[in-house]
Nanobody, 116 residues
């Protein structure tokens, strides 16, 4: 069965950095687009990044572009999100996400808190 397990969240000061990981299993990781999505309590989901199976195409919204970098290691079945120059408004639960035949799969999420 598909499993996505995020890790790497925590408390960081504004301007700091964190690296999130998402360990994937139960499917052929190297064949699927992967996504990072975040959710602020009481608000909707916000897309953070997309990465194609071979990492040829990577996309970000303007809110994180030039600060966040998504990558993947297909040999390790792991997705990464390097977050630099973090701002308080980046505080959220971060999820990795993928879709197989119209069904969405989500990890349990990892909390990122940016605060002084």
């Amino acid at each position: 069965q598909v499993q996505l397990v995020e890790s790497g969240g925590g408390l960081v000061q504004p301007g700091g950095s964190l690296r999130l990981s998402c360990a994937a299993s139960g499917f052929t990781f190297s064949s699927y687009w992967m996504h990072w999505v975040r959710q602020v309590p009481g608000k909707g989901l916000e897309w953070v990044s997309d990465i194609s199976p071979g990492a040829e195409t990577i996309s970000y919204p303007d809110s994180v572009k030039a600060r966040f970098t998504t990558s993947r290691d297909n040999a390790k079945n792991t997705l990464y999100l390097q977050m630099n120059s973090l701002k308080p408004e980046d505080t959220a639960v971060y999820y990795c996400n993928m879709n197989i035949r119209g069904r969405d799969y989500w990890g349990q999420g990892t909390q990122v808190t940016v605060s002084s």
